[in-house]
């Protein structure tokens, strides 16, 4: 097996900050209680909000979906302390984007020949050119290695999901939004129990490079706590809502020892119904598949883009797991493609190293074999087969919080 790439957490250059991520939650003994919401395949009941595993009181939080310094977050003496530990000067000289009318960034005006500020957004830049800032991982190196990657839960519903994800024997990385961690905190839990990687996606889904310093530190600073505080975890990687991240949004991601995921193959499964059709996702997902076989991975692998935000999205990804790994050689969460052993402070909970047996390559483990420390109460066993339709008709509409 290739080994090409060390620890990734270990090349961290940022000083540290002081925070005050702290939890009562053991990440290696979460208990989910059997409540209709880690049971149910009815969206309905799924969905209905319920009490916390921990108690979540909304003055300690920013405004749940609003920006991070909302709720007076900015003056709190916590924040103000975590500020004022940085030192700004050492921050790359850009200013915040605009956005047009549209809600589109502007990228006009922006020298993307020579893009001194890695603006992804404009040129897809993973390369930072400032000082101090942690390199983003876009691709597993790994041949014939398919990154599996869920953004913007835990999702309210997703349960049957994860469950499919259990049967399959698969692991991913999970970009969990500190609002969504907030409303439906066992979801969080299950995405822990269940062994997948969790990293942030912000409180409140912002285009990152529009926000101030303050608020871009808020963003990244309360979702974090809000993991930690849930599951006991405190994540060391983040992705940046629509990859929006240049060198300034970079630095301060460091200085909390984040470093960014990002892509290199975008399923566009979000947009079906607007922006694309469904039969265009469709084709995205066939056209990835057949690059898995046709050469196009045979040295090297990929990170891809899905979402867990609705039905539609995780239906998209229930349809096409079996054939992604057919054409694959593995199928698996970023840490492990990435040997990265530890993706979080904890170290409590750490990962497999890439051909190191880890449950996560699609190998020949059987469908439904173990490999998971944890055995969810939520699997029905006896709806296995039938995961991809209930999951077609029990998500009808499910609406982004
Ligand atoms: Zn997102």
């Given at each position: 097996?290739?080994?090409?790439?060390?620890?990734?957490?270990l090349?961290?250059?940022?000083?540290?900050?002081?925070?005050?991520?702290?939890?009562?939650?053991?990440?290696?003994?979460?208990?989910?209680?059997?409540?209709?919401?880690?049971?149910?395949?009815?969206?309905?009941?799924?969905?209905?909000?319920?009490?916390?595993?921990?108690?979540?009181?909304?003055?300690?939080?920013?405004?749940?979906?609003?920006?991070?310094?909302?709720?007076?977050?900015?003056t709190?003496?916590?924040?103000?302390?975590?500020?004022?530990?940085?030192?700004?000067?050492?921050?790359?000289?850009?200013?915040?984007?605009?956005?047009?009318?549209?809600?589109?960034?502007?990228?006009?005006?922006?020298?993307?020949?020579?893009?001194?500020?890695?603006?992804?957004?404009?040129?897809?830049?993973?390369?930072?050119?400032?000082?101090?800032?942690?390199?983003?991982?876009?691709?597993?190196?790994?041949?014939?290695?398919?990154?599996?990657?869920?953004?913007?839960?835990?999702?309210?519903?997703?349960?049957?999901?994860?469950?499919?994800?259990?049967?399959?024997?698969?692991?991913?990385s999970?970009?969990?939004?500190?609002?969504?961690?907030?409303?439906?905190?066992?979801?969080?839990?299950?995405?822990v129990?269940?062994?997948?990687?969790?990293?942030v996606?912000?409180?409140?889904?912002?285009?990152?490079?529009?926000?101030?310093?303050?608020?871009?530190?808020?963003?990244?600073?309360?979702?974090t706590?809000?993991?930690?505080?849930?599951?006991g975890?405190?994540?060391?990687?983040?992705?940046?809502?629509?990859?929006?991240?240049?060198?300034?949004?970079?630095?301060?991601?460091?200085?909390?020892?984040?470093?960014?995921?990002?892509?290199?193959?975008?399923?566009?499964?979000?947009?079906?119904?607007?922006?694309?059709?469904?039969?265009?996702?469709?084709?995205?997902?066939?056209?990835?598949?057949?690059?898995?076989?046709?050469?196009?991975?045979?040295?090297?692998?990929?990170?891809?883009?899905?979402?867990?935000?609705?039905?539609?999205?995780?239906?998209?990804?229930?349809?096409?797991?079996?054939?992604?790994?057919?054409?694959?050689?593995?199928?698996?969460?970023?840490?492990?493609?990435?040997n990265?052993?530890?993706?979080?402070v904890?170290?409590?909970?750490?990962?497999?190293?890439?051909?190191?047996?880890?449950?996560?390559?699609?190998?020949?483990?059987?469908?439904?074999?173990?490999?998971?420390?944890?055995?969810?109460?939520?699997?029905?066993?006896?709806?296995?087969?039938?995961a991809?339709?209930a999951?077609?008709?029990?998500?009808?509409?499910?609406?982004?919080?």
């Amino acid at each position: 097996m290739y080994r090409l790439f060390a620890s990734a957490a270990l090349v961290a250059t940022a000083s540290a900050v002081t925070t005050n991520y702290t939890s009562t939650v053991d990440p290696t003994k979460i208990n989910i209680p059997n409540t209709p919401q880690t049971t149910s395949y009815d969206v309905a009941t799924e969905c209905t909000y319920y009490a916390p595993p921990v108690p979540i009181l909304p003055t300690d939080w920013p405004n749940n979906w609003q920006v991070a310094t909302s709720n007076g977050m900015n003056t709190s003496a916590e924040y103000t302390t975590l500020y004022n530990s940085i030192n700004w000067n050492n921050a790359p000289k850009i200013n915040p984007r605009t956005m047009g009318a549209d809600g589109a960034l502007v990228t006009t005006g922006y020298d993307t020949v020579n893009d001194p500020d890695c603006w992804w957004t404009a040129t897809q830049c993973v390369n930072p050119k400032a000082a101090g800032v942690l390199k983003d991982i876009s691709a597993c190196p790994e041949p014939e290695t398919w990154g599996l990657t869920y953004d913007d839960g835990p999702n309210c519903s997703h349960n049957a999901f994860y469950d499919f994800l259990q049967q399959q024997n698969l692991k991913a990385s999970m970009f969990y939004i500190g609002s969504n961690v907030m409303n439906w905190p066992y979801g969080a839990q299950r995405g822990v129990k269940d062994g997948h990687h969790i990293s942030v996606h912000t409180w409140s889904h912002p285009m990152m490079t529009t926000l101030s310093n303050q608020a871009v530190l808020a963003e990244l600073y309360y979702a974090t706590k809000m993991i930690k505080y849930v599951t006991g975890l405190t994540p060391l990687y983040w992705r940046p809502p629509l990859g929006d991240v240049d060198d300034r949004v970079r630095w301060i991601a460091s200085q909390l020892n984040l470093t960014a995921i990002i892509w290199n193959l975008d399923t566009d499964d979000w947009a079906a119904g607007t922006t694309v059709t469904v039969q265009q996702v469709q084709q995205n997902y066939q056209n990835f598949i057949q690059d898995g076989t046709n050469g196009t991975f045979a040295s090297k692998g990929n990170i891809v883009l899905s979402h867990e935000i609705n039905n539609m999205t995780m239906d998209f990804a229930i349809q096409n797991i079996p054939n992604i790994k057919k054409a694959y050689k593995n199928v698996l969460d970023v840490a492990t493609c990435m040997n990265i052993t530890y993706p979080y402070v904890e170290t409590t909970v750490s990962f497999a190293s890439f051909g190191g047996g880890s449950s996560s390559s699609n190998g020949s483990v059987s469908p439904g074999g173990s490999g998971s420390s944890s055995t969810s109460k939520s699997a029905a066993s006896g709806t296995q087969a039938n995961a991809a339709l209930a999951i077609a008709a029990a998500f009808a509409v499910v609406a982004f919080l």
